[in-house]
C-alpha cells in the first residue's frame, strides 16, 4: 500500500469547507485524521473550564462527521511535536496536512514541526481555512499591518471575494490501525462538581448545528439584526461566535450563505431590503474577528500587554477575593452587569453589549486591570477566542489600537434602560432583583467613575504604540 497522509485537525473541527482534509483526499492515499491535545508544547495557552467542554462534544461531534465519509479520528495527547513524530512512524505516513494558526506560540509549534517534517523526507503542507483574509495579505499602502478597524475593512471588501467553501470529499479511504486514546480518558468535561448543566441545556456543538444555526438566522434574523443587535433580551444574533472559535462552521461558509441568501431577497420589499442591510452589518461583525487576527498575528503580546504603552503606568485598584467573587458571580448590585455574569456563568455565552457594560464596569468603575477581566472570560466562555477576547478588552479598556477612549465610561443603567428597556434580559438572569437578599451596589457609579477619571488623568499618554512584531507565515 502506498503512504497514508495525515489530517491533523485544530482549530477546524469540521469536515465541509476543509483544505487540509480536502487536500488530503485529493492526493488519494489512505487518511489517517489526528487531533492532539497539544498541553505540553511551551507557550499554548492551556483551555479554560468551558471550553474544555465545548472540546470534547466537538470531538465527538467531528468523529461522527469523518465516521459518514468513512473515516475515523485518532486522539493524542501530548507535545504536537512528539505526537506527530510517532504518528507518522506509527502509519509509515508521506504526508501531513494542516489548517493554519496564527497565535505566535502556535505558529512556532507549526513551523518547528514543518521544518522536521521536510527535513524527515515527508511532505509537510498548510492551508487557509480560518481566516478569509490572512494577516499578511491585508497591509496599508505602507506595507504596514492596519491599526484602525474601518480601512481595515475596506482594504478587505476591496480584496478579491473570498473564495468559495470546498466540497466534502467522501471517496477517502481510512487508515486504520494507528492507535489512539479514549475521549473519556482526556476528562475534559467537569465531573465535581458538573457545573455544565446550563451549558447542556443552551448549546450543542458540532457542525451540523453550526449550519443550521446560520441558516435559521438568515431566514428568521437577519431582517431585524440591525435594530436588534444590541438588545440582548432578543434572539437578534446568530449565536456562532463558539462555532466559529473551534471552526465547526468556516467564515467562507458564513460569507458565502449570507451572500446567496442576500441574492435570493427581493429589496423592493421593506423586508428585503432590511435583510439585505442586516447581511452587510452581519458580515461587518465577521470582519471583526479577522481583524482581531490581524492584530493578534501582527502584535502576538496584544494577549498580555497594554497596547498603550501608557497604560502600563496606570493605577489599577487591588483586585481583592470579595470584589473579584462580587463581579464574577453576578452579585455586585448592578442589576445589567450582574445579569451578564450570571448569564456568563450559566450559559458559557454573554450577549456583546452586556460584555461592554461588565468590562467597562470592572476596568473603570472598579478600575481593576482588563487582564483580570480576561482571564475570566477565558475561563468561562464556551467562544473564548484567543484573539477576539483580548481585542476585545483592550478596546473597552482604552488600552488597545482603535480602542474606546479610557473617559467613556458605561452607565450600566443608562445602558439598561436603552437596550433593555422592560428589563426582561435583567429579569430572566436577576430573578431576585427585588428580594431583600439582593447585595446593594458595590460601588457608587458617580463617584467611581469620577475616580476614574482622576486615575486616567494622572498618566502620561504621549507614550507611542508598540511596534508590529508578527512575521509572516
Ligand atoms: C470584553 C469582550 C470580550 C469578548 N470576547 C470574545 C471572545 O472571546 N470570543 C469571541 O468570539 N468574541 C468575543 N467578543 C466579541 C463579541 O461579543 C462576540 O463575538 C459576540 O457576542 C458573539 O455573538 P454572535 O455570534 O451572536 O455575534 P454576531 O453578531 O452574530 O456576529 C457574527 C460573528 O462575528 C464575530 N464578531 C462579532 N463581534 C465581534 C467582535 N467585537 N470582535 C470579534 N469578532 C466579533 C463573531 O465571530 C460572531 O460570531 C468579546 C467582546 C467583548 C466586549
Given at each position: 500500500m502506498s503512504a497514508p497522509s495525515i489530517v491533523w485537525f485544530r482549530d477546524?473541527?469540521?469536515?465541509?469547507?476543509n483544505p487540509a482534509l480536502h487536500e488530503a483526499a485529493q492526493r488519494g492515499e489512505p487518511v489517517v485524521c489526528l487531533y492532539i491535545l497539544d498541553?505540553?508544547?511551551?507557550?499554548l495557552r492551556p483551555l479554560g473550564g468551558a471550553a474544555r467542554w465545548w472540546l470534547h462534544h466537538s470531538l465527538e461531534s467531528l468523529g461522527s462527521s469523518l465516521r459518514d465519509i468513512g473515516l475515523e479520528l485518532t486522539l493524542r495527547r501530548g507535545a504536537a511535536a512528539d505526537v506527530i513524530d510517532s504518528v507518522v512512524a506509527d502509519a509509515g505516513a508521506g504526508a501531513v496536512f494542516w489548517n493554519r494558526r496564527y497565535g505566535e506560540a502556535e505558529r512556532t509549534v507549526d513551523a518547528g514541526i514543518k521544518a522536521a517534517l521536510r527535513a524527515a523526507g515527508v511532505e509537510a503542507r498548510s492551508s487557509q481555512a480560518s481566516l478569509m483574509f490572512e494577516p499578511w495579505t491585508v497591509l496599508t499602502g505602507q506595507g504596514a499591518p492596519y491599526r484602525v478597524f474601518t480601512p481595515f475593512y475596506r482594504s478587505c471588501l476591496a480584496q478579491p471575494e473570498p473564495r468559495h467553501p470546498l466540497p466534502v470529499d467522501d471517496d477517502v479511504t481510512a487508515f486504520t490501525g494507528v492507535a489512539g486514546d479514549d475521549l473519556?480518558?482526556?476528562?475534559?468535561l467537569p465531573t465535581t462538581p458538573d457545573w455544565a448543566g446550563g451549558l447542556r441545556e443552551a448549546w450543542t456543538p458540532g457542525e451540523k448545528t453550526a449550519l443550521e444555526r446560520l441558516r435559521a438566522f438568515l431566514a428568521d434574523e437577519l431582517s431585524s439584526y440591525v435594530a436588534e443587535?444590541?438588545?440582548?433580551?432578543?434572539?437578534?444574533?446568530?449565536?456562532?461566535s463558539p462555532y466559529l472559535r473551534w471552526g465547526e462552521i468556516s467564515p467562507f461558509q458564513v460569507w458565502h450563505e449570507t451572500r446567496s441568501f442576500v441574492a435570493s431577497l427581493d429589496r423592493r420589499t421593506s423586508e428585503g431590503a432590511r435583510a439585505a442591510d442586516g447581511a452587510s452589518a452581519f458580515l461587518r461583525q465577521l470582519v471583526w474577528r479577522e481583524f482581531s487576527y490581524h492584530l493578534l498575528f501582527h502584535w502576538p503580546q496584544i494577549t498580555h500587554s497594554n497596547m498603550r504603552p501608557a497604560f502600563d503606568d496606570f493605577p489599577w485598584a487591588e483586585p481583592t477575593d470579595v470584589v473579584m467573587e462580587a463581579w464574577q458571580m453576578g452579585r455586585t448590585g448592578i442589576p445589567l452587569v450582574d445579569a451578564g455574569m450570571r448569564e456568563l456563568w450559566q450559559t458559557g455565552i454573554m450577549h456583546n453589549r452586556v460584555r461592554m457594560v461588565v468590562a467597562s464596569f470592572l476596568v473603570?468603575?472598579?478600575?481593576?486591570?482588563?487582564r483580570e477581566g480576561e482571564r475570566w472570560f477565558w475561563d468561562t466562555l464556551v467562544d473564548a477566542d484567543p484573539a477576539a477576547n483580548a481585542v476585545n478588552w483592550q478596546w473597552v479598556a482604552g488600552s488597545g489600537v482603535d480602542a474606546a477612549p479610557y473617559f467613556r465610561v458605561f452607565n450600566p443603567e443608562l445602558q439598561a434602560s436603552k437596550f433593555d428597556p422592560h428589563r426582561e434580559y435583567i429579569r430572566r438572569f436577576v430573578?431576585?432583583?427585588?428580594?431583600?437578599?439582593?447585595?446593594?451596589?458595590?460601588?457608587d457609579l458617580k463617584e467611581s467613575r469620577k475616580a476614574a477619571l482622576d486615575a486616567y488623568a494622572s498618566i502620561s499618554k504621549d507614550r507611542a504604540l508598540g511596534e508590529p512584531g508578527g512575521s509572516g507565515d
Open positions: 477546524d473541527l469540521r469536515v465541509a469547507d498541553d505540553a508544547s511551551s507557550g473519556a480518558d482526556w476528562n475534559l443587535q444590541d438588545l440582548p433580551a432578543q434572539d437578534a444574533t446568530s449565536g456562532l473603570k468603575n472598579l478600575r481593576i486591570d482588563w430573578p431576585d432583583i427585588d428580594a431583600e437578599t439582593y447585595p446593594p451596589p458595590l460601588v
